[in-house]
């Protein structure tokens, strides 16, 4: 089944058509191993990046082999996309094998994105936001770093196609600042590749976190450290997952087995959208683009649940630890509740709304109270 709507339906459509071009001929020497054939979740690195892009439409897609090239050619053979070979792999920078590659599909393409093969564990919904991005260049940034994927519309190709000055992509962009246009993510894969065998078992185990649907370790570390969370939330949020995981434990003893470690990565994470407008949205949407919907579902509900569980759960414990710790002090409902109550007393609605919020926490603590009698 085609994934990509024919060009001409994109373009009665106004849809940019997006081509990708992987540079995959490295010597994959500082590695040790050869990196494109390395196992990443179902498939090799390769085939889980070619897999990723097809299924946000990319196409078409290039692949530019050299060192080993045959191998890798065996391997894609049947996955749909183009494979072009770099001779000149030994003496040949990564721009060279991206020249190859814009050649080839320049003229098909209206953007087209660029990314090295050993950036597998980039997430879907990073590359689509950089698809969607209007603007001539466009990159991924996280704090002070930069990742992938770069995405260049038609004009940018062709005139990176001519680039011959120093520090190949990277000088080009330096060059073309002015209509460089960065897209803030919060996905750890955008901006890790696999040079060296450590970095490869952390890209392993990021891609394991992600198929828990929460981040833990070195994971939920990186999201804590790039979130410019200010110290005050931060020490909030310990005060939070401390909280919450007594209750989990408590709850344990009564024969409820939560998740502890999805309970402690919620609670920490619970504020990283803070500052923003409706910050358990924006949350959650952090949490989903970086790959972890359970968590992204605990954070999107910690102000307001959905819905009041017969028995206590992961959602309904971190939303009310949060309620039981105002800054990084215990309090009661009654002491959390107060003070909110008299920042609405001069507004009929926001009275209203912060009724309907105690008596949520209030129908809240009474479920995990009857959690705890079994």
Known sequence: MRLT??????????MKRTGAVIAAAGLSSRM??????????????????????????????VVVTGFRGEELERELAD??????????????????SLRLGFGAIAELCDQILVMPVDVPAVTGATVRRVMECDSPIVRTKSMDRYGHPVKLDRKMVKLAMAYQGDDGLRGFLKGQKELVRDVVVYDEGSFTDADTREEYRRLLALNGSRGKG?????????LLQTSGMPETVRRHSEAVSRKALDMAVRLSRF?????????????????????????ARRGAEILSRSGYPLAAEIV??????????????????????????????????????ERSRVKCAGSREAMEHFERRRLQARRALQVWESSIAI
């Open 79 to 96: 996955s749909g996309v183009l494979l072009i070979r770099n001779e000149h792999y030994e003496t040949s920078e990564m721009m060279d």
């Open 5 to 14: 709507p024919p060009a001409h339906e994109m373009e009665e459509c106004g």
């Open 255 to 279: 024969g409820i087995c939560l998740n502890l470690e999805l309970v402690r990565s919620a609670a920490l994470l619970h504020d990283i959208g803070k500052g923003q407008p409706d910050h």
């Open 300 to 337: 999107r509900q910690h102000h307001d649940l959905d819905c009041i569980p017969q028995q206590a759960d992961e959602t309904l414990v971190v939303y009310l630890a949060d309620k039981l710790v105002q800054g990084e002090r215990e309090v009661s409902l009654e002491e959390r509740f």
């Open 214 to 222: 929460y981040p833990d370790g070195e994971a939920l570390k990186w």
């Open 32 to 61: 040790g191993a050869f990196k494109p054939l390395l196992p990443f979740g179902e498939f090799s690195v390769a085939g889980h990046l070619v897999a990723m892009l097809k299924a946000e439409h990319a196409d078409p897609i």
